[in-house]
């Protein structure tokens, strides 16, 4: 037995395929505007950053040190704590007495978790905050150089690994993206 078509299915068609195109551009659009980060408050700049891992490589690119962080990374300025599993680390030293400041721009990845505490001020009381993600991307400035302390060095890998083409695509979105 033969189908009975419906000389509306056609339209049904392109209907159904109009509006599966327009879900997905939505998606898409939506995705895009969750990958933004949380923005932190501004550390003090006059707080060295201190940078820690298990493991680093290192190279240059441009202007930039470049650290690949491996297992315990840790990212510290004064009373922000940051801590993941991998992180990428580009380092832009600052002018002499920190004018411009030396600059780290960080993407972590995996188990990430942010403890920012505010000291305490002579006008509000102390604050404190834990950002807990799979992958934060931002920026921390200070006056004083940046003290970069792995347990051990490794040889920079022969191919990027996955976490550092991440970290690249966070470093080359739009900034309105991004934390300054």
Not at 7 to 34: D, E, M, Q
Not at 110 to 136: C, F, H, M, P, R
Request: glycine content about 6%.
């Amino acid at each position: 037995m033969r189908a009975l078509r419906s000389p509306r299915a056609p339209a049904r068609c392109a209907r159904t395929g109009w509006l599966l195109l327009l879900t997905t551009c939505l998606s898409a659009n939506f995705a895009s505007l969750a990958q933004a980060q949380i923005q932190l408050p501004a550390s003090n700049p006059s707080e060295r950053i201190v940078v820690a891992a298990d493991s680093a490589s290192h190279w240059t690119e441009g202007a930039y040190d470049v650290y690949l962080l491996q297992g315990n990374c840790l990212i510290n300025q004064g009373l922000t704590y940051a801590r993941a599993r991998e992180a990428v680390v580009w380092i832009q030293q600052g002018g002499p007495g920190g004018e411009p400041p030396h600059k780290a721009i960080v993407y972590l990845e995996g188990d990430v978790s942010i403890n920012y505490q505010q000291a305490e001020a002579q006008t509000k009381a102390a604050g404190a905050a834990t950002l807990a993600d799979k992958t934060w991307f931002g920026r921390f400035f200070s006056v004083r150089p940046i003290d970069v302390r792995p347990a051990k060095m490794q040889p920079p890998p022969a191919a990027r690994p996955a976490v550092y083409e991440h970290a690249a695509a966070m470093m080359a979105a739009p900034s309105d993206r991004v934390q300054p």
